[in-house]
């Protein structure tokens, strides 16, 4: 009897589960980093998300790039130097490097005006304006490349609306189609982004608005501050880290742009809207060559961090 009960005890030790006083709750037979005490569950699917679609890519990348192609045989040698020597000497790549930057700058500055004052106006609770709110986001579940062919069909010089009625009020010449000159390709390019990621940062510049403290602003009216001094002196200030980050995460955006490009220029005419990526786009499906192609994506990467890291150091964003 007295073995029967040793094993039984030993049994329920084994189980975890303490039988001596009911109500007690019971104990788990995983491991800890397996139940839900430990975070390791929850970041388990997102790690290896990451790892296969962020981390693989970015080290086959880096492993293609130390590889020369040879157009003759299609085989890739190793030639760990080749496609960066190639890369410095390409003046196509430094006039993408032009364009990338006029490009995101541009557009951030922009979007950052238009939505910083759209969101002061639609920042009140006055019937209506929820419904104003939810109609601006309209634009962001629109895919890029339906944007860029939309834009496109309007900027055409034969039939395109925003071309014709530009024409009809005599200010664009007719001789000169908008996507098909140098010099306004990447201006009409500008539009169909700026269209469609304003209300982007119209949700974040409203997002802050609302999250402002009411008690400075009612003791600066108080004080007789005037509408233009209590937002250049207390709502600018207050925003200002919103602001950036906001810049922050749409400059990382603008700058690796494609769709547009490649829908409704395809990087002409010329090069006249070549930018880093749509230069990659076309070495790697054009030319097949994909290390090289590889490399100018690592280089964009590089150029990416090197330009948020100093934003960040200059701007002081905190998060």
């Not at 790039?65 to 299609?74: A, D, G, L, V, Y």
């Not at 106006?121 to 109609?135: F, H, M, Q, T």
């Not at 906001?246 to 220029?265: E, H, N, P, Q, S």
Request: proline share 7%; net charge positive; with cysteine.
């Amino acid at each position: 009897m007295r073995e029967e009960t040793s094993i039984v005890a030993q049994h329920v030790q084994s189980l975890a589960v303490d039988v001596s006083l009911p109500g007690t709750p019971r104990r788990s037979v995983w491991p800890r980093f397996l139940t839900s005490e430990h975070p390791f569950p929850w970041l388990a699917p997102i790690t290896a998300l990451l790892l296969a679609f962020g981390v693989y890519p970015l080290l086959y990348a880096l492993w293609l790039s130390f590889f020369k192609r040879n157009p003759i045989t299609r085989m890739n040698v190793f030639n760990p130097s080749w496609n960066w020597g190639k890369l410095i000497a390409d003046e196509r790549v430094w006039g993408a490097i032009g364009h990338t930057y006029l490009y995101t700058i541009t557009a951030l500055l922009i979007e950052l005006c238009l939505g910083l004052a759209i969101a002061l106006l639609l920042d009140s609770d006055r019937k209506g304006y929820g419904l104003l709110r939810a109609l601006m986001t309209l634009p962001l579940v629109v895919p890029p490349a339906v944007t860029g062919m939309m834009f496109l069909l309007m900027l055409d010089g034969s039939f395109g609306v925003l071309s014709m009625g530009l024409v009809s009020l005599g200010l664009w010449p007719p001789q000169y189609p908008i996507l098909a000159s140098s010099g306004s390709a990447l201006a009409g390019i500008l539009l169909a982004d700026i269209w469609q990621w304003t209300p982007f940062m119209v949700l974040i510049m409203l997002a802050g608005l609302r999250a402002l403290p009411k008690e400075p602003f009612e003791a600066a009216a108080i004080d007789g501050a005037t509408p233009s001094q209590a937002f250049f002196r207390l709502t600018l200030p207050m925003l200002s880290r919103i602001i950036a980050l906001a810049v922050l995460i749409r400059g990382v955006d603008l700058f690796r742009i494609y769709d547009y490009v490649k829908v409704m220029t395809d990087s002409g005419p010329g090069t006249a809207t070549e930018t880093l990526t749509s230069y990659a786009g076309t070495i790697y499906f054009k030319n097949a060559d994909f290390p090289y192609a590889s490399t100018i994506s690592l280089f964009t990467l590089l150029l990416v961090i090197i330009t948020s890291s100093i934003f960040i150091k200059l701007f002081k964003v905190r998060f």
